[in-house]
């Protein structure tokens, strides 16, 4: 909820005055005022406003008198009383601060030093009630708190003794305040001990809240028994007096139940020890046999067996695995239950480790005659995690899958989730059409020693800890994992997991990388199963691959894919034969490719040696041969050498959206952005407003630069809207003092000028805005703008992009023209949208606030004061531009060009500007003020009844409570009584509001509402 504006009452018997303060101080506070000294006090009295500006002569009770009778009252003495004066005497402020007076302004005003004192003092006293409640709610915490609460000076007399350390001590607050606390509370044996820690204390105190110390000392009751306290302290300074407070409360039957949990813990923590011990020996005394029986075993798996020796050695090979399978996973278990299992975190690509996974699983699923499938996202960044313990989840749920599936496939897919500036959730699912597990079991299945069936363990093997395992590893990673079954149709682990990026830029893309997916591959190899092998992995790949076994078959093959305009882009060459040269060979079919097809291009070459690597490298690289492997080949290895050679690199981009012409795309691509406004005129900044709010940008203005830097300490902004030209600090000092901050280094800055010029804009640029959007501001150019800096990323919509007399961007009904001399009504109205109301608005404020703006800018030339009437030609060129009055806007840009450069043109153009002014200014006369009709209407019937009926009572309270927010009202109330016999009432009562004639102004409307049959009670 918008907070209440505050009320300030002006006390001063000079309507000018009070016309004055009203129109700087209404759009931030709610004014009242008074014409004389015994309506003030009758104000106060009633309406209590947050501060009075107060004349001081006055007739019959003068400012001095009205002060005096203010302060001596009870619920006004604390609201602040300003003087405002034209003899701003010593003797007079001497007078009026001795009264209660807090400051003095001088006649005639300057606003912004008007603003800037209110201001201040309101503060004041928000701060000094705001400290009022705080120390209202101190007494009350410190009497309400259980602990006992005990302040002292520096000598250990006590100043403040709460109810809570009555309770605890037993004794009274009056007969311990003013005594020393180790004489009463602290025991005799303790005293010395007491006195010398106190002194410690104050050596070392600092001059503001010092320290707190925390520890446990036996405390004295009144009938000298003792107690167990924890004591914290506090030492503070106020001035030069050093004081300390204590925080205090019993603690005896903590310590009971302190000393019975620490033997119970020493007992569970020696039997932890024990089992810890046994389960390293267990690991150290199992492990080394087992490292020799697997080693063993797997060279024995190489040597010339006979079937029958194969087959055994194969089943114990396997059968060991599966046991130190079993042994890993009971110590990880105890190091969970010990709470020691850590990450390990290390830069990793996600695809080394899906690579890594694909290679160990890629025999046991061939054997088992089922599928592995995997599908990556592209564009994945390089990772911060434990890729180890990453790997460890995957390996346990892929092995898990492959055990429970028969036939079918397991496919593991991996998600983008959640994607952060420096963090991105990654979610990864093991699907297969296994054995399922029943619903009953679902729950369970993250429990230790719990496996989704009974018969599971004596037919599949396993110690039910693997989940558990995973569960905790998934946890530490910020993640969580859960599973859906149905017994008979397969299963799907699902889990995630949080990694830090390490970079986006340069990275690998996931398989399938564009550039390779179905790579075309020519393998040259020999006719046994190490080539079959290699096909293997290449069509793993999802390589196309032609096998070929001589050079001639190689280059018939390159010239026949080159024929269908399907070239091969990779040649392969396995060299498995001892006898086999196949540099020698690749020299012979890159001549013969020469000879032979000479228009076919030599696809780049990967070499699969069997020997000296180092050695057949230099030659294969002297031979043009692109890359070499030592066999057994490894799939990742080759996957990222070829990524390499093939330079297919992803650059990170995030995903873009678009942004529409609607309400709805707009506020989706705009809403909620928060853009802080800067600019001195305020058409202009209605006009941002309006059109910015109207798709749920949240707007907050700011009239000058200084004002804008107290925003931006106080305030988030996603955007600053910054005009050039501004009184008090323009935009480009403001924008340099912005950027010097490295806070907001990266707030995007858009200037909003109407100087088109390259020297203009490098100026913007030098000083650190990031864009800039034209005056006359052109709602289409602002929301594009907006778009590209709110969300650099989103494509904006063509629609944007064209002419403004073809859009139809947030037009809520047809524009409906209107005609006034010297303004272009069509332009005007399509800059805002369509918006006739606002339109018609800013049209009458023009007309009130410059319609003697010739005469200002001719006195201030007169004057010497040629910045002011550049400022001012400045803001009436930005106002008629934005509004439509062309020809206005050019001769003000003119005059305020020759009154910059001193030209002997000024005069010149200061006349064509008067001429321009002044047939805009008449018309705006016409419109803003009908004439009156010389025979009378004949009434129409009121449209809205209910809507008048609901204006004029809300007019009617305003005008009572002398609310400047009245005259709002006036234009609705207008259109409502349009054709009715009340235009001259509407005039009276229009003109008693400019003299602030609240009381008449009420009495017309009175009459009004009686002329229409409307009663305002």
Not at 32 to 38: C, E, I, Q, S
Not at 547 to 571: C, F, G, R
Not at 632 to 637: C, Q, T, V
Not at 642 to 662: H, I, K, Q
Request: aromatic share 6%; hydrophobic share 40%.
């Amino acid at each position: 909820m918008k907070a209440a504006k505050q009320k300030i009452l002006i006390v001063d018997d000079h309507p000018e005055n009070i016309h004055i303060l009203r129109n700087v101080l209404h759009d931030d506070y709610k004014v009242y005022f008074a014409l004389n000294g015994n309506d003030a006090l009758h104000f106060v009295s009633v309406i209590h406003p947050d501060l009075i500006l107060l004349d001081i002569i006055m007739p019959t009770l003068d400012g001095f008198a009205v002060c005096s009778r203010i302060k001596s009252r009870e619920e006004t003495r604390n609201i602040p009383v300003i003087f405002i004066t034209a003899k701003n005497s010593e003797e007079d402020e001497t007078h009026g601060l001795a009264l209660g007076a807090v400051d003095f302004i001088s006649k005639p005003f300057n606003p912004p030093i008007v603003k800037a004192r209110i201001q201040t003092h309101l503060n004041l006293v928000n701060t000094f009630a705001q400290l009022r409640d705080r120390e209202s709610l101190l007494r009350s915490i410190l009497d309400n708190a259980m602990d006992a609460i005990i302040t002292t000076d520096a000598t250990g007399a006590v100043l403040d003794f709460n109810p809570a350390a009555e309770k605890l001590f037993g004794y009274q607050k009056k007969e311990i305040t003013g005594k020393e606390i180790s004489e009463l509370i602290v025991p005799p044996e303790s005293r010395t001990q007491h006195l010398t820690k106190m002194a410690d204390f104050v050596k070392h105190a600092d001059s503001a809240v010092v320290f707190t110390k925390r520890f446990e000392v036996t405390a004295m009751r009144s009938n000298g028994s003792t107690v167990d306290i924890e004591v914290s302290l506090a030492t503070s300074r106020r001035g030069k007096d050093l004081y300390f407070t204590a925080f205090a409360h019993d603690i005896s039957e903590r310590r009971l139940l302190m000393n019975s949990l620490n033997e119970t813990l020493k007992s569970a923590e020696l039997a932890n020890q024990a089992k810890s011990e046994f389960l390293a020996n267990m690991s150290h005394e199992i492990r080394t046999p087992m490292n020799a029986i697997i080693g063993l075993t797997q060279l024995a798996l190489k040597s010339e067996l006979t079937p029958k020796l194969q087959d055994y050695l194969a089943k114990i090979d396997k059968s060991s695995q599966s046991m130190l399978s079993v042994i890993n996973d009971i110590l990880d278990f105890s190091r969970i239950e010990a709470g020691k299992m850590r990450l390990t975190p290390i830069a990793f690509h996600l695809q080394d480790v899906l690579n890594h996974l694909n290679d160990m699983f890629v025999h046991q699923v061939d054997e088992k005659g089922i599928a592995l499938q995997w599908s990556v996202p592209e564009g994945i960044p390089t990772l911060w995690g434990d890729a180890m313990r990453l790997e460890q989840v995957l390996t346990n749920l892929i092995g898990n899958a492959i055990k429970f599936t028969e036939r079918g496939e397991v496919h593991v897919l991996t998600v983008l989730g959640e994607q952060r500036v420096n963090q991105i959730l990654l979610k990864f699912s093991v699907h297969d059409s296994g054995i399922g597990i029943s619903p009953d079991r679902l729950l369970e299945l993250f429990e230790p020693f719990v496996q989704a069936d009974g018969s599971i363990t004596r037919k599949y093997g396993g110690t039910g800890l693997g989940l558990v395992i995973c569960k905790r590893i998934v946890n530490m990673m910020g993640g969580k994992i859960w599973v859906e079954s149905q017994q008979g149709t397969g299963s799907t682990f699902h889990f995630t997991a949080a990694f830090e990026i390490k970079s986006r830029h340069g990275e690998r893309p996931s398989i399938p990388a564009s550039t390779l997916h179905q790579l075309n591959v020519l393998l040259l190899g020999t006719e046994d199963d190490s080539t079959k092998e290699i096909e293997k992995i290449l069509q793993s790949l999802t390589f196309i691959t032609t096998t070929v076994y001589d050079i001639s078959a190689a280059a018939t093959a390159l010239q026949e894919a080159h024929k269908a305009d399907k070239p091969h882009a990779l040649l392969v060459m396995n060299q498995h034969h001892p006898d086999l040269d196949m540099v020698q060979l690749f020299a012979a079919l890159s001549r013969k490719l020469a000879k032979r097809f000479p228009d076919v291009v030599m696809p780049k070459s990967v070499l699969l040696t069997n020997g000296d690597s180092a050695l057949v490298a230099q030659r294969a690289k002297s031979a043009g041969i692109s890359a070499c492997f030592e066999q057994p080949l490894r799939r990742s290895s080759l996957f990222n050498t070829l990524l390499d050679m093939f330079s297919t690199t992803a650059v990170y981009t995030p995903p873009a959206g678009e942004l529409g012409s609607t309400d709805a795309h707009l506020k989706a691509a705009l809403g909620g952005t928060r853009v802080l406004v800067v600019e001195d005129n305020p058409i202009n900044r209605q006009v941002i407003r309006e059109l910015l709010e109207r798709i749920g940008v949240v707007v907050e203005e700011a009239e000058h630069g200084g004002i804008a830097l107290r925003m931006l300490q106080t305030s988030p902004y996603d955007i600053v809207l910054m005009d050039l030209q501004m009184p008090e600090m323009d935009g480009l000092t403001a924008t340099r003092i912005i950027r010097s901050n490295a806070r907001f280094k990266a707030l995007p800055i858009i200037a909003m000028t109407a100087h088109a010029m390259e020297e203009d804009r490098q100026k913007c640029l030098s000083v650190g805005m990031n864009d800039h959007v034209g005056k006359p501001i052109n709602l289409h150019d602002l929301y594009r703008t907006l778009a590209r800096w709110v969300a650099m990323e989103l494509p904006v919509a063509d629609l944007l992009l064209q002419p403004v007399q073809e859009s139809t961007v947030l037009q809520e009904e047809p524009v409906s023209c209107f005609s006034v001399a010297g303004v272009d009504t069509v332009t005007g109205l399509e800059r805002l949208a369509g918006n006739r109301v606002l339109y018609e608005k800013l049209l009458r404020q023009m007309y009130e606030d410059h319609a003697q703006d010739a005469e200002k800018i001719a006195r201030a030339l007169e004057s010497n004061e040629h910045a002011l009437a550049e400022r001012l030609a400045h803001t009436i060129k930005s106002i008629a531009g934005q509004l439509g009055a062309h020809k206005l806007h050019m001769a003000a840009k003119n005059l305020e060009e020759s009154i910059a450069l001193q030209s002997s043109q000024l005069n010149k153009n200061k006349k064509l500007f008067d001429e321009s002014l002044s047939e805009v200014m008449q018309s705006l006369a016409a419109f803003a003020s009908p004439p009156a009709t010389a025979v009378a209407p004949t009434p129409k019937a009121i449209h809205d009844m209910t809507t008048l009926v609901t204006l004029l009572r809300e007019l009617a309270v305003l005008l009572r409570e002398q609310d400047s927010k009245a005259d709002t009202l006036l234009q609705p109330l207008s259109t409502q009584l349009r054709g009715q016999p009340v235009e001259e009432l509407l005039q009276a009562m229009t003109q008693r509001l400019k003299h602030y004639d609240y009381e008449g102004a009420c009495e017309t409307l009175t009459e009004i509402a009686q002329t229409v049959g409307v009663s305002l009670d």
